[in-house]
């Protein structure tokens, strides 16, 4: 299987093993373009468009108005940075939080790291807990997932999309109230066998708590990701 550059010529999978899948500072941008476009298409955002050497995604929310996401770090983070000077706009890049801290002005606000992580390996399997009913919705490359008590209550939910070669999880939630009862791995479970090519590559991004949860699940970290923006005003 082969994923798709920014010209739509195949790359090579053994390529992008060698080029920021093994290592934990950057990651390929072919691979960051392509997780970046099945989240587009899991949120319903606007396509990646390749920007000062990363990609620039408008997401026009409440919380947030626009991202720029790089691969590693470089010139073109800088310069959008020196440049930004709103709320509500965000750049990220897939290295640490204190080479962000480093290249940014001092009116940039660095947020809690991430990690992103691939599947390593077979999922171990588990039934869904008694008093609960699973529903899964297929919508083109999109998948949603959602977990319900026996009374209609919504305990865990999840979605899943699949863009060149790479499916990537989003949004995985588990309702306090029901944690602990192995949903999320059913949840989990349940998006790993929707996706339409058994062959992609598998990523998402986890909060250090979120971490050790998928180590227990087979999954790896490949890359920091450290994420900044403006707070207020």
């Known amino acids: ?44 955002l606007s396509m ?4 000062h050497g990363g990609f620039r ?14 691969p590693r770090m470089c010139d073109g983070l800088k310069d959008v940075a020196r440049r930004i000077h709103q709320p509500r706009q965000f ?32 999922m171990p399997r588990r039934q869904l807990a008694d008093g609960y009913s699973i529903a899964v ?5 999109v998948t949603s997932v959602r977990i319900v008590t026996d009374t209609g209550i919504l305990a865990a939910s999840g979605y899943g999309a699949e863009a060149h070669g790479v499916f990537v999880y989003d949004r995985i ?6 944690r602990r009862k192995g949903l999320g791995h059913v ?10 090519n058994p062959n992609s590559f598998e990523l ?11 180590e227990t699940l087979g999954w790896e970290k490949i890359a920091s990701y450290a994420s900044a923006s403006i707070v207020g005003m």
């Open 173 to 178: 939630v588990t309702d306090p109230e029901h």
């Open 48 to 51: 990646p468009v390749a920007e």
């Open 137 to 141: 919705e297929q919508s083109g490359p």
């Open 187 to 196: 949840l989990m479970q349940t998006l790993h066998e929707a996706r339409g």
């Open 91 to 122: 750049v990220k890049v897939c290295e640490t939080s204190e080479a962000l801290r480093a290249a940014l002005p001092a009116h940039w606000t660095i947020h809690a790291p991430s990690h992103v992580m691939r599947a390593h390996g077979p």
């Open 204 to 214: 998402l991004v986890a909060t250090d708590e979120g971490r050790v949860l998928y």
């Open 1 to 44: 299987m082969a994923l798709a550059n920014l010209h739509g010529m195949a790359i090579p999978k053994g390529t992008i093993r060698r080029r920021g899948m093994m290592n934990t500072e950057g990651l390929d941008p072919h691979l960051l373009h392509a997780w970046l476009t099945a989240r587009s298409l899991a949120r319903e």
């Open 57 to 70: 995604v408008d997401t026009g929310s409440e919380m947030e108005t626009v991202r720029w996401v790089f």
